[in-house]
């Protein structure tokens, strides 16, 4: 069996994730853990070239007891000649005043103060003491959260954090072979009581479920780091490419984002789901905006068909719309929308409403157009069309249906904002037949193809 120390240079190699002149922090608890890694580094730091301090911060969650955690911290760092940098920031104070998630709020303030001083050190690299066991937990917590999707798969071994990288050099040993370390090493340490309260997730999955798994394998935790590493090698292969496919995909207005939804549905559903996070996060820092497993299957369902209209109300006011196969991604606003006035359908372009412009002309005249949709219907040869916005009383005469519907009901049962509805342009003949209604549906007088007594054309064209 490999000693603590060969386990841990083998990964700190494969891993790069110590280099000699690094300035490493190590951020320490006084736990057993965080006490090992702090004496490990430091006892090599010759061999490896690096120098080493300490971090600590006192929460103030339990008083007197978190005091003393300080105290020792500062006290053993100084024995081992490691100098130390610590902080009590007072949580239950800035808890009260902002409220949320108490252990998240720790770690927002504790991180913070890490940050700052790998600012004011230097220091390259910020080691914690995350062990195996600690992979195979946080996997455990994803699949139970069902928040696998996003990506990250379990603890990573090394990450960007501030100007320099965020290292867990411990995640080659579990929690047996550390307690054996400080044995042999006769380490001081002192332990948090919150540790074992059964009220958080983590300590009834370390309690209860880490003993049953290591009673069937003995090595599910390294068996776990070791999946963890290739799901997060194909994880990043994939992510890699799904942000060169949504780059060649998109193309970015004052307005907002526009994508064809067909180009979309051809990738793989692999990368389907990637460039949906993409596509969020241009829109929102996802920090800020929870996405969630609901939304991403939402966006990725609206794409996968481009006939109608379909819209996906996201955060803050932004709208996903997809017009036939045209997926626009902007902010609406809520105001009531000016109404496009009547013109009268030429052959010349009309002005641009939601995306497109049109023109109509008859079937002899027609032209091969980029990007259009054409439009074929009979009329007589002195007919005129117009583009307004609709009316009280509009109906559409739909393929298969006996009678005409009331386009108010349609826009109902099509989902349409109402501050979208008054404004929604549609196309009619001079006998105020609807022909068309743009990125909603066509009626039965209008076709794709050309039929038989078809003699006039509407294009139809997304800009």
Not at 120 to 134: I, L, N
Not at 204 to 233: T, W, Y
């Amino acid at each position: 069996m490999k000693s603590f120390q060969e386990l841990m240079m083998r990964h700190i190699r494969k891993q790069e994730l110590l280099q000699a002149g690094d300035r490493v922090l190590v951020g320490c608890s006084g736990g057993i853990d965080s006490m090992v890694l702090l004496h490990f580094l430091n006892s090599l730091r010759d061999e490896l070239g690096i120098s080493v301090a300490a971090v600590h911060v006192d929460h103030m969650l339990r008083g007197e007891e978190s005091r003393q955690d300080r105290l020792f911290m500062e006290m053993t760092a100084g024995e081992w000649g490691v100098e130390c940098f610590s902080r009590a920031i007072p949580i239950p104070e800035i808890w009260q005043e902002k409220g949320g998630n108490k252990q998240q709020l720790c770690r927002t303030e504790r991180y913070a103060y890490f940050l700052e001083i790998m600012e004011k050190t230097g220091a390259a690299k910020f080691a914690t003491a995350h062990h195996a066991d600690d992979q195979l937990e946080t996997i455990l917590m994803s699949g139970l959260r069902g928040s696998l999707q996003d990506g990250s798969f379990g603890i990573s071994a090394r990450r960007p954090f501030g100007t320099g990288l965020l290292i867990r050099p411990q995640l080659a040993v579990d929690k047996e072979q550390i307690k054996a370390y400080a044995e042999v090493h006769e380490i001081p340490h002192r332990e948090d009581s919150s540790n074992a309260e059964p009220a958080y997730t983590r300590n009834r999955i370390r309690q209860g479920v880490l003993p049953l798994l290591k009673q069937e394998n003995s090595n599910v935790s390294q068996n776990f780091v070791e999946l963890a590493e290739d799901m997060q090698q194909d994880q990043q292969f994939l992510q890699e490419l799904a942000e060169k496919k949504i780059q060649q995909m998109i193309q970015t207005t004052e307005e907002g984002i526009v994508l064809s939804a067909k180009s979309f549905r051809l990738e793989a559903h692999a990368l389907q789901k990637r460039m949906v996070l993409l596509l969020l996060n241009y829109l929102y820092n996802p920090k800020q905006i929870p996405v969630t497993r609901q939304l991403v299957e939402q966006m990725q369902e609206m794409m996968q068909s481009s006939s109608g209209t379909v819209f996906l109300h996201l955060p803050q006011n932004y709208v996903a719309t997809r017009q036939y196969d045209t997926v626009f991604l902007n902010r609406q606003s809520l105001e009531q929308q000016t109404a496009p006035e009547a013109i009268i359908l030429t052959a010349d372009w009309t002005p641009v409403y939601r995306g497109c412009r049109y023109r109509v002309m008859p079937f002899e005249k027609m032209r091969e157009n980029d990007n259009s949709a054409v439009w074929h219907f009979h009329a007589p040869e002195d007919s005129q069309l117009f583009l307004r916005s609709r009316k009280p009383g509009d109906r559409i005469q739909l393929a298969g249906m006996d009678r005409p519907k009331k386009l108010a009901r349609l826009m109902i049962d099509e989902k349409i904002p109402v501050p979208m509805r008054e404004s929604w342009p549609v196309i009619t003949t001079d006998k105020n037949e609807l022909l068309l209604v743009p990125g909603l549906r066509p009626s039965a007088k209008v076709s794709r193809q050309k039929r038989d007594g078809d003699n006039w054309v509407l294009i139809e064209q997304y800009v």
